[in-house]
C-alpha cells in the first residue's frame, strides 16, 4: 500500500538507508556518515542517538522492531532533529506518538517494562514517615478504605522535579524522599501521597495522540483534599 506523502523508496529501505536519507534532507552539504542501527532490548519504548567516531548509532527499543517505515521514518526525523537540534515537522511527531499510543503497542510496552523494568522500591518505613500508615490513613478518609493497597517506596534520590508518581506497571507508589525529612510537615506529603492514590483511581485517558493524566475528572476529586491550597504552598517552598 502506499499512502500520499510518503515516498516510495520508503517501502524498500532499510533502517540505515532511513536515516541515511533523513540524513540528507536535514544536512545536505554534510557528508552523510556511515549509519548503524541496532534494535535493543530496553524496557521502555525510548531510542537514542549517538554519533561515534563518525558514525551515526542509533540504538532503538526493541518494541519498534516490527514497526511500519513511516513510523521509522518519523523516529530519524525526531533522532537527527534531536541530535542536529533542527526543529521536527508536526506530522512526525504526531505519527511516532500515535503508533505508540494503538492499544497493542500499549500493551506490548506496559508487558515490556513489567518484565524487564527491574524496579528498586525501598518499603514504606521511611526516617520519619510510615507510607503505609499516611496510606491507610488516607484510605479510610477519602476512598472508603477502598483502595487496595499498592507497593509503596521512597525515591532512591532527592529531586524536586518529580513529588511522587505512580508506576501502573509495578503496581507502585513510589514518593520523593525530599518528603520525609525532620522538620517536614506531614500535609505536603499526605497531598502527595492523596494525588497519587487519585491516579490509583483514575486510569489515564488515551485519547488519539494525547494521553491526559489530569483530566477533568482527576482535578475535580482532587479538591476534596480540605488542605489543598496550603498543601501546594508548602511543596513550593521545598
Ligand atoms: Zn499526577
Redesign the pocket.
Known sequence: MLLPGFESALLFETPEEIYARVFRELKPRTPVPEMHVEFCRFANADSFIRLENGRLRMRISDLLAGAPAPVMESLAYILLGKLYRKPVARCYNQRYRLYLNRRDMRRRAHLIRQIRGRKFISGPRGTVYNLEEIFERLNRQFFDGLLGMPRLGWSRGVSRSMLG??DPSHNAIIINRILDQPGRPALALEYVMF??M??LQHPVDHNGVRRR??TKEFREAEKKFPELKEAKEILKRL
Open positions: 508518581h505512580f494525588h497519587e487519585l491516579h493524566v489530569h
